[in-house]
């Protein structure tokens, strides 16, 4: 009974929207041909999604920054993790501080870098001058804009991998080092044979949480770069927004939604379901 | 061997600096823009430390709040930063408060009662998939049915999708801490003759609190950064504070002094909140998965 309100309210505006969204991408909609503007075409808008070299593109945009920004902040935060793993005066503190990162506006974070990253007055460019590095054109070249949303992305995100598996590692038993110590194992040995094998519960869970919300990365693109120069740094979500709503074709924004739907689940499931059997295993 | 540790304690120090620097530095120039004149901002290299570097004024800040800053052109009529905020902070709260009521309700109950149909496991689970749908296969329906209800552009309707977003996050997590409640608190209170209502009002309640209040923060700050929803659902009345920050940045040349301020009206509050239940920012950001 207590459970009711939160099922409804699933099935409300959860469900509902989603059985919706299959319906809409069925249909020709298009909002400038005045109200009412809508027929059922049947598979029509997927046959065009196929043949959609920008939609291939935005997909592609964003498999490149779901494994990179999840490799790069679990490599950084895991390597981050295993240094300042010890007892360090005021380091709890530090790390609060360190995870404010993540828990900042996207938009104003996205706005912040626009301006670090200025080809002519960035602070970026001031420091890289330093080592003697000549100006780089981050956000507004072909090249390097979405590497420049990879960055932003791992300022915001690595400090959570950090700490996450800070967390995990604290948590490990310390006697099953202690009898490798006294084996005689080297240091890699240790993190290769011990420290990784029984992190990896936690090692899956934070890449799962941050690939999930990799996959819906909108914000950050929409203040930078807007998906350019061209669609250099699309991704699926900013090209469905921009369908929908500059281009007004809500039917073929859905159809696009469902189909980045259908893979983040697809994704998500293979990796809940080995959670679920690890939760069962221990 | 000791010299060797404390090579590594100097190196872990360094580390840890190099890391607070490249982690906070933004936020630093954030803060710092906010305080500039205009003909600060483009100039090379570029001014780091206020008085210093360059002679910070208020106007930036004095024009956001609708004063005679003198860079008035263009920037933001005082009502509407009033505004933005008013709306994002109605959202927040509301949005927090229905989904830990309805949330936790079914967090009780999915911790406590048996279900006959489908596993209580599975239930959760299934709840727990919602927060994995990308917002935008939800967007578009939801702009067609409060187009159909006439609720585009009201608070009500971003407050009901917001909802919808944080609730698998109070349920997922209320459960847990359900779950570690010891039952015979409970018990000896049904014994007492307390009805359902009346144990989860006298004891349960109290007892959660803590948890609640944590999970409450987090559900705030994820609805004040959320831009999606808000972008889609809302367009002048119901305007949000990212949506105005987001707006700004399309315009020609962006005022950087102003959005700057802005940007740091919009972070104040997940600085503040974050500080506020640092203890349980890892359990929290974590899903529970790790207890911090």
């Known amino acids: 009974m207590l459970l009711a309100p939160c099922i409804i309210y699933f099935l409300a505006l959860g469900i509902f929207p989603l059985i919706y969204n299959v319906y809409l991408s069925l249909q020709w909609i298009e909002q400038t041909a005045g109200p009412g503007a809508q027929r059922f075409v049947g598979l029509e808008n997927y046959f065009k999604l196929f043949r959609d070299v920008r939609f291939w593109a935005t997909l592609k945009n964003t498999f490149v920054f779901v494994i990179s920004t999840v490799g790069l902040e679990f490599v950084l935060g895991l390597g981050l993790a295993l240094i300042l793993n010890r007892e360090m005066k005021g380091g709890k503190i530090f790390r609060v501080l360190l995870v404010i990162p993540s828990m900042l506006t996207p938009v104003a974070v996205g706005y912040t870098f626009r301006m670090i990253l200025n080809p002519t007055w960035g602070p970026m460019n001031h420091f890289l001058s330093f080592v003697g590095i000549p100006p780089v054109h981050w956000l507004d070249s072909p090249a390097l804009s979405l590497f420049s949303i990879i960055l932003i992305d791992i300022w915001e995100w690595t400090p959570f991998m950090f700490l996450f598996l800070l967390a995990g590692l604290q948590g490990l038993p310390k006697d099953s080092y202690e009898a490798a110590i006294i084996d005689g194992a080297s240091a890699w040995q240790v993190f290769r044979y011990i420290t990784l094998p029984l992190l990896y519960p936690v090692i899956i869970v934070a890449c799962l949480l941050r690939a999930i919300d990799a996959f819906k990365i909108f914000d950050t693109i929409y203040v930078t770069t807007a998906g350019g120069p061209g669609i250099s740094s699309e991704s699926v979500t900013m090209y469905a927004q921009a369908v929908a709503m500059r281009y007004m074709s809500l039917g073929y924004g859905s159809t696009i939604a469902t189909m980045l739907f259908i893979m983040v689940v697809t994704v998500g499931v293979i990796f809940i379901n080995r959670v679920r059997k690890q939760r069962e295993v221990a | ?292």
Not at chain 2, 24 to 32: A, D, E, N, R, S
Not at chain 2, 214 to 230: D, G, H, K, P, Q
Not at chain 2, 255 to 276: D, E, H, Q, Y
């Open chain 2, 1 to 292: 061997m000791i010299t060797s540790r404390k090579f590594l304690d100097i190196f872990a120090w360094i580390v840890l600096i190099v890391a607070l620097f490249a982690f906070l530095f933004p936020i630093w120039w954030t803060i710092t823009t906010s305080f500039k004149n205009p003909r600060d901002i483009t100039t090379w290299p570029p001014p780091y430390i206020p008085f210093l570097d360059f002679e910070p004024t208020l106007s930036a800040w004095k024009s956001i709040f609708g004063g005679p800053g003198q860079i008035g052109t263009g920037g933001h009529s005082g009502s509407l930063i009033f505004r933005t905020v008013t709306n994002s902070l109605i959202i927040g709260v509301s949005s927090t408060a229905l989904a830990i009521t309805i949330g936790s309700l079914a967090a009780y109950s999915l911790a406590r009662f048996k279900f006959k149909r489908w596993k209580n496991d599975d239930i959760a689970f299934w709840i727990l998939s919602n927060k994995f749908f990308p917002p935008v296969a939800m967007v578009l329906p939801f702009f067609v049915i409060f187009k159909t209800l006439n609720m585009l552009d009201t608070l009500q309707a971003v407050i009901l999708v917001h909802t919808a977003m944080n609730l698998p996050f109070v349920v997922w997590m209320m459960r847990e801490f359900f779950l570690e409640l010891p039952r015979e608190v409970e018990e000896s209170a049904m014994i007492d003759g307390c009805s359902v209502f009346g144990v989860l009002r006298r004891v349960v309640l109290p007892l959660a609190a803590p948890s609640l209040a944590t999970v409450a923060v987090f559900c705030f700050i994820f609805s004040w950064n959320e831009l999606l929803f808000a972008l889609f659902l809302t367009f002048s009345k119901a305007q949000t504070l990212p949506m105005l920050i987001a707006g700004e940045t399309h315009t020609g040349s962006p005022l950087w002094w102003l959005i700057s301020a802005v940007s740091t009206v919009a972070i104040i509050p997940p600085i503040l909140l974050t500080t506020l239940v640092q203890k349980y920012i890892i359990k929290g950001l974590t899903w529970g998965a790790v207890k911090g």
